[in-house]
């Protein structure tokens, strides 16, 4: 069988490589068809080289070019559903209907739009003029970006078509993807896609780059090249914090999304009002991709008492009925029952599951936890670890001052969830939870999962470490993503005629925002 090609260099093209790999049917553990390269370093090395020479060009191309592209890549997509549902199902699992047909293949191409929209309006760039001083800025291009795509989104966060793709290209910086190795072929699919937009928009064929695997070692020296410009990575907290110091090292900015257990917490008004209802929600929210969500809720604190008890023994009994759906690969189950039993040892004790199926496929039991808050407390490190996948734990605390010290133990976070009571019965607490938890998380949510992040501009997908790898930026939420991929630029007492369009006098858009004197208008 034929070894795929990467796409380096404004066009596909045999790899350099040495050693292959394949994707797997994690519903049956079959082989998939296709061999995928695992690139040496002269293909990262000619990319980098590639995306140096266009970086130059795209830099000053105009915006509406790059929002033709964004919205061509989405409209091809969209002309190639059923053969990229059909590829990514089988690669990982996920529902082809509702889950990829319905729900990430349309976000995948609507933030592709809204990044279209942005990249024409302009405001993204924040431009600031202060004309008694002469001195103007702006948010420019920071030069190649390299994104590495997860595992758990084979569209809308891939490093060829999501997010964070769509941010870097609307910002006008070539970008060099890393596929995940768990959907390659889906990824292959997405680029081709990406390449005949391209040409249709007219922008330089090497704008994008991917590259399916690399070598760790590669991995780390690709991050930490001088001509990158900045580097985003969603994936596991070891491979994130390896990839953080060699980039830092190199003084390069690197966005990540690491880990997170996005605690629900469940107020004792609540749970008298509508117990057996939110145990219901939190097995949906748990379940959710089998549990493979960035913002799956993987800790419910409540406090000690009857209602607690009940809903802990609904959710059991609700994971006990629902059939375990497939992980992602053999990996992210061999992970799973890693962690799941490290957080035994480290003093949560099994309400139901806790092992792998056997058979064929990468499923495991539907996995409750129980921990109290006193035993919490004396291991918060190792009680906080992240079993990624259909698992979460209860923390039951005595009284309120130790649920707060619980919160207060937590790490960084996504999101953070309170349910209270509807009457006000808990709003006094809830005055005192909040403004423990607030800190603690990116997102703060009330009466309402953590699991749907909707892409609207004032969302933000970030959060204190280890969510992320720093709390001021957002992965989800066009335009305030768009600022990962900007440099600041000022320019003091330079002549009209040599400023860029968006701090000249006139507006090169009359739609855009920016900052004149003191005043933001669209003068």
């Known amino acids: 069988m034929a070894l795929e090609q990467v796409l ?41 080289n590639a995306a140096v020479a266009v970086a130059g060009e795209l830099r000053t191309a105009p915006a509406e070019r790059l929002a033709d592209f964004l919205d061509l890549f989405a409209k091809k997509i969209e002309e190639n559903m059923t053969a990229l549902v059909s590829k990514a199902n089988a690669e990982t699992g996920l529902a082809a209907v509702p889950r990829l ?110 590259i399916y695997r690399t070598s760790k070692e590669d991995g780390l020296r690709l991050v930490s090249d001088p001509r990158i ?40 008004g609540a749970l008298r009002e509508r117990g057996q209802q939110l145990a219901t929600e939190l097995a949906d929210s748990c379940l959710a991709a089998s549990g493979q969500f960035c913002t799956s809720p993987n800790l419910i604190l409540m406090i000690a008492g009857d209602e607690a008890e009940r809903l802990a023994a609904d959710l059991a009994a609700i994971l006990d009925q629902r059939p375990p759906a497939p992980l992602l690969s053999a990996g992210s189950l061999k992970g799973l029952d890693e962690n799941v039993h490290a957080l035994i040892a480290s003093g949560a004790t099994v309400v139901t599951g806790a092992e792998p199926i056997g058979g064929c496929g990468c499923r495991y039991k539907n996995t ?60 006094t607490v809830y005055v005192e939870i909040a403004s423990e938890l607030r800190f603690k998380v990116g997102r703060l949510l009330n009466d309402k999962m953590p699991t749907g992040v909707a892409l609207s501009p004032a969302m933000n997908h970030g959060g204190p470490y280890p969510a992320t790898g720093h709390p001021g ?37 009359p739609a855009m925002w920016r900052r004149i004197d003191g005043n933001w208008t669209r003068g």
Not at 25 to 34: K, N
Not at 485 to 506: E, M, S, T, W
């Open 473 to 509: 930026f957002t992965a989800v939420g066009i335009p305030a993503s768009l600022l990962r991929f900007g440099a600041l630029h000022c320019y003091d007492n330079v002549r009209p005629d040599r400023l860029p369009a968006v701090l000249q006098n006139k507006s090169p858009n």
């Open 368 to 427: 409750l936890l129980r921990a109290t808050a006193t035993r919490f407390l004396a291991n918060p490190e190792g009680l906080q670890r992240e079993a990624f996948g259909n698992a979460t734990m209860v923390v039951t605390a005595q009284d309120i001052d130790q649920l707060r010290q619980v919160i207060g133990a937590l790490e960084g976070n996504l999101t953070g969830s309170i349910y209270s009571s509807k009457a006000g019965d808990d709003d």
């Open 229 to 268: 410009g900045a580097v985003s990575f969603t994936g596991s907290r070891e491979a994130g914090l390896r990839l953080k110091a060699a980039a830092e090292s190199a003084g390069k900015p690197i966005y990540l999304e690491m880990s997170s257990l996005n605690p629900v917490i469940l107020l004792p």
């Open 101 to 210: 047909r319905d729900v990430e293949l349309p976000r995948t191409t609507t933030q592709l739009r809204q990044g279209a929209a942005a990249a024409r309006e302009g405001s993204w760039t924040q431009a600031v003029i202060d004309t008694m001083a002469n001195i103007r800025s702006h948010y420019a291009p920071i030069g190649p970006v390299v994104v590495f795509g997860p595992n758990n989104f084979p569209f809308a966060f891939n490093g060829i078509s999501g997010g964070d793709l769509t941010a870097a290209i609307a910002t006008g910086n070539p970008v060099i993807a890393k596929a995940n190795p768990l959907h390659p072929g889906t990824s292959k699919l997405l680029a081709e896609c990406a390449v005949a937009a391209l040409a249709e928009a007219g922008l330089p064929p090497s704008t994008l780059q991917m």
């Open 8 to 48: 380096v260099a404004g066009g596909w093209r045999d790899a350099k490589a040495k050693s292959t790999f394949h994707a797997e049917d994690p519903t049956t553990g079959e082989t998939l068809e296709g061999v995928f390269p695992i690139s040496e370093w002269h293909d990262c090395d000619d990319a980098l």
